[in-house]
């Protein structure tokens, strides 16, 4: 595709429940990122892929935050059990390379009520 | 560890005139990167100008520049000539360089940029 693509654009869940949030990165890009961004703040760093091998996932806050990237392609953030304080829009973006500029899709906005 | 600070959360400029916003960030790090990305409200960010730190001479893209001094570890962002699409928040980020092994961008808080027409 032309441009890095999220879905669902918005998600609204229940205190509890298992999310999951998908990210189609531009065609060729192995490198993909995954960032949260809470309401007025920048994007902070969750975790990174090259092809399908996860590189870092330290920003992750908990174990309840998962994300994969099976076939070095699409990638899914899951959180489970989510928490009020999961609200957030998730941001993923892709790169050519890790060293490369990274471009962003348009976000996920997760409301936990 | 390294930080970014946007210290304006909102900037106003009228239409064709000239904004600079500002970033100043701190790392013990000699070779990264600095970005500014540009998000409108419809959430989809987007590269507006990048600066190698190694590099002396400061970026230009169009109506965007910057002033890049690193021994200060300032990067301000100037909009020359400002036009109502330029309305947005602003994000500053850091990258470090090759040698890191990390390569996540670290954002500054944002700031919000309206046009007056």
């Known amino acids: 595709g032309a441009g890095v693509s999220q879905s669902p654009r918005y998600k609204v869940a229940k205190r509890g429940q298992d999310v999951a949030l998908r990210c189609d990165p531009i065609s060729g890009h192995v490198s993909l990122f995954w960032y949260q961004q809470a309401l007025g703040q920048g994007p902070e760093f969750l975790t990174y892929?090259?092809?399908?091998?996860?590189?870092?996932k330290s920003g992750l806050p908990s174990d309840r935050f998962f994300a994969e990237r099976p076939e070095g392609s699409v990638s899914t953030l899951k959180i489970q059990r989510t928490q009020q304080e999961d609200s957030a829009v998730y941001l993923c973006?892709?790169?050519?390379?890790?060293?490369?500029?990274?471009?962003f899709g348009p976000g996920t906005r997760l409301l936990v009520l | 560890a390294q930080t970014v600070t946007q210290s304006q959360p909102e900037m106003s400029v009228q239409e064709a005139e000239t904004v600079t916003l500002s970033c100043t960030y701190d790392t013990s790090e000699s070779d990264y990167y600095l970005f500014w990305y540009k998000q409108p409200p419809s959430r989809q960010m987007i590269l507006v100008i990048r600066q190698e730190a190694y590099k002396q001479q400061n970026a230009t893209e169009n109506r965007f520049s910057v002033n890049f001094q690193k021994a200060a570890k300032s990067f301000s962002l100037k909009i020359s000539d400002s036009q109502l699409g330029d309305a947005a928040m602003y994000f500053c980020a850091y990258r470090s360089g090759p040698g890191s092994g990390t390569y996540k961008y670290i954002f500054g808080t944002g700031t919000r940029l309206k046009v007056l027409a």
């Open positions: 892929f090259q092809n399908e091998a996860q590189l870092d």
């Open positions: 973006a892709s790169s050519l390379g890790l060293r490369e500029t990274q471009y």
